[in-house]
């Protein structure tokens, strides 16, 4: 089975997690992608009513194409369940996430939320988180003398690494929130609580993409099927 046959069956096994009247999270990236549109495909054949808050402009744009009702996060109360993909699957699911520069909506709808399934292919699944680089999204003014000061908490935290600003066909990435992004790649990360601490510290800094103690449910596609995990 190939890493997008293992995240479509994740993503459809999540699916079939929605309760017709819930209040459902919709993830970022191209596992969360799988979600929904098998989320929209479950909604019109059996006549689901639900109510979804999306974490990105693009699952927006891809949930509001598949017929899927949408509302504002404030406008949402308590959500019921949130589905979201991630870049590490560590121990305890201690997660990496913003790899596609959604970080800050995303967690803020995970903490919203009575429940978060994160779904992944299985090489996302690592002994240490660390080895993809951690995303932190800073405020855009004075962005590179924020990152000045990241090197000293990373250096608290016993971590050499730079961070790296994000640019992709030769332009800085832009968060939806109007954010950049710094890459720090750790290597391996030995005390995630005692950085994800460090970088919140940080004046500038907008939010990490260390998500801990927050999922509550792992579905992992595998080349023999969906394997759960608890924390």
């Given at each position: 089975?190939?890493?997008?046959?293992?995240?479509?069956?994740?993503?459809?096994a999540?699916?079939?997690l929605?309760?017709?009247?819930?209040?459902?999270?919709?993830?970022?990236g191209?596992?969360?992608?799988?979600?929904?549109?098998?989320?929209?495909?479950?909604?019109?054949?059996?006549?689901?009513?639900?109510?979804?808050v999306?974490?990105?402009?693009?699952?927006?744009a891809?949930?509001?194409?598949?017929?899927?009702?949408?509302?504002?996060?404030?406008d949402?109360?308590?959500?019921?369940?949130?589905?979201?993909g991630a870049?590490?699957i560590?121990p305890?699911l201690?997660?990496?996430?913003?790899?596609?520069?959604?970080?800050?909506?995303?967690?803020?709808?995970?903490?919203?939320?009575?429940?978060?399934?994160?779904?992944?292919?299985?090489?996302?699944?690592?002994?240490?988180?660390?080895?993809?680089?951690?995303?932190?999204?800073?405020?855009?003014?004075?962005?590179r003398?924020?990152?000045?000061?990241?090197?000293?908490?990373?250096?608290?935290?016993?971590?050499?690494?730079?961070?790296?600003l994000?640019?992709?066909?030769?332009?800085?990435v832009?968060?939806?929130?109007?954010?950049?992004?710094?890459?720090?790649?750790?290597?391996?990360?030995?005390?995630?609580?005692r950085?994800?601490?460090?970088?919140?510290?940080?004046?500038?800094?907008?939010?990490?993409?260390?998500?801990?103690?927050?999922?509550?449910?792992?579905?992992?596609?595998?080349?023999?099927?969906?394997?759960?995990?608890?924390?």
């Amino acid at each position: 089975m190939s890493a997008d046959a293992q995240k479509r069956a994740a993503g459809e096994a999540a699916a079939r997690l929605v309760q017709d009247g819930m209040t459902v999270g919709l993830g970022t990236g191209s596992t969360a992608a799988w979600f929904v549109e098998a989320l929209a495909a479950r909604a019109a054949a059996e006549g689901l009513k639900l109510r979804c808050v999306a974490t990105s402009a693009a699952t927006e744009a891809l949930a509001a194409a598949r017929g899927l009702a949408l509302l504002d996060l404030d406008d949402a109360g308590e959500i019921d369940l949130t589905v979201d993909g991630a870049d590490e699957i560590g121990p305890g699911l201690s997660l990496i996430k913003g790899g596609g520069a959604a970080l800050l909506r995303e967690k803020l709808v995970w903490e919203a939320s009575r429940r978060c399934v994160v779904i992944a292919d299985a090489a996302k699944r690592v002994k240490a988180l660390g080895a993809f680089p951690l995303p932190v999204e800073v405020v855009a003014f004075g962005h590179r003398t924020t990152a000045r000061r990241l090197l000293d908490a990373l250096a608290e935290c016993d971590l050499g690494a730079a961070p790296a600003l994000r640019v992709r066909n030769g332009a800085v990435v832009m968060t939806d929130g109007g954010g950049v992004i710094y890459d720090i790649a750790c290597g391996v990360v030995p005390d995630p609580t005692r950085l994800a601490d460090a970088l919140k510290s940080v004046t500038g800094v907008v939010e990490h993409g260390l998500f801990l103690d927050l999922a509550d449910e792992g579905l992992i596609g595998t080349p023999g099927g969906v394997e759960r995990i608890a924390p």
